[in-house]
Structures are given as structure tokens and as C-alpha cells.
């Protein structure tokens, strides 16, 4: 019986992801995993700082309590709707399709979605994106890809965080990117630094090449 419930949530939520993105047609949509304190938000402060000139964009954040995440993100002057899950560890499509009518989409080029902090539950979920960007921090340790397989699999891109501080890890940087190549072969890879600005502006690339290929505009910026 729980098999048969999970089958119809998750089907449900297949049907309500459609309609996210049939209404996201003209919209690039990101969906940002990763697990608590990998640097989601500070990323995205800083994506947002790259790209606000040359694209509107708005901002769904999930947390299970709290606004404290919105308010940094309102503060790079952003549509941002805040979604405070009470306890559960993802976003759904019906969430984010009750988000979608807090925002303005006929002015936005770029959606972001912070989803809450967990790498098991939230790439289990479609929310209609176009993508979904799995970020881990060197902080974490080398074996979330093999702990964590499905949102590493799942990911069109995979963002290394917190790069400026690999000399003061262990964390084996090598190995990770050619176990995530070997099970996603397509999967884009980034190694970044909010401190020192590495990897920022290939990240930012990627996101205006992925905005053009949705539209068919000619280069943007």
C-alpha cells in the first residue's frame, strides 16, 4: 500500500510539474540541490550580482522555516517568493505552482529555485524546471556521490563550492568529477568560489548559452 500512495504522489506531481512547465515556456528555470550550508544562497547572490544586467529574474526559496535566505536574495533588488515547507525536506510542483502566481512571469528571463537543503528527497521531485544543478561543497567530503547517487545523476550541472578552500581539505576533487562524468557523461562541471570569484563566470556562460538555446536568441550580453 505505501508503494501504490508513493506511485500516485509522485504521479500527481508529474502532472502538475507539466503545467509548471508549459507556464515556464519562455522562462530558463534552474532548480538548485544541494545539502545544508553547501553555499546555495551566497552562489546565487553572486549569479545574481553576474547576470542582473543582462537578464530579469525572479527567485522561488525553499527553507523549512524562516525568510532569512529571501531577504539576501531580495537584497540584489530580485522578485523573490519565499515557500517555508514546515517540515518537509523538498519542494513540490504544487508548491511551485502556487509560488508561479506570486511572480510577474511575463517580465522574467530566469527562475531560480533554492530548493531546501537536502540532496536525497528534492531530486526526486520535478518541479517543471528545465534543469536541475546539484552543488557540493568541499566541505562535505569526497563520497556524496556515491551516498547521494540519484541527484548526481539526475543534474545537468555540478557545481564544486567553496573551491578556495581545496587546499585545506582532502576532499579529492579528481575522483569526483570523474565518478559524476561516469554515471552523467552530459552533466556540465563547475569548480567555483564565492570568495575569490573561480569559476563564476563560466558558470554565468552557461546560463546565458542554456537561455538562448531555450529562446533561440541570438547571444544575450
Known sequence: MKVVMAQKILQANEEIAEQNR?????????NLISSPGAGKTTLLERTIASLKKDLAIGVIEGDISTTLDAERIAG??????????????????????????ELDLSSLDLI???????????????????????LLSVTEGSDKPAKYPLVFHEARAMIITKGDLLPYTDFDLKAVEEEIKAANPAA??????????????????????????KRGLSAIG
Open 22 to 30: 508549459k507556464l515556464l515556456d519562455r522562462i530558463l528555470t534552474v
Open 112 to 134: 531560480f529555485i533554492e530548493n531546501v537543503g537536502n540532496l536525497v528527497c528534492p531530486a526526486e521531485f520535478d518541479l517543471g524546471e528545465d534543469y536541475k544543478v546539484a
Open 188 to 213: 556540465q562541471f563547475f569548480v567555483t568560489s564565492a570568495k575569490t570569484g573561480e569559476g563564476l563566470e563560466a558558470w554565468c556562460l552557461w546560463l546565458k548559452e542554456a537561455m538562448q538555446r
Open 76 to 101: 540584489q533588488g530580485v522578485e523573490v517568493v519565499q515557500i517555508n515547507t514546515e517540515g518537509a525536506c523538498h519542494l513540490d510542483a504544487s508548491l511551485i505552482s502556487k509560488a508561479l502566481q
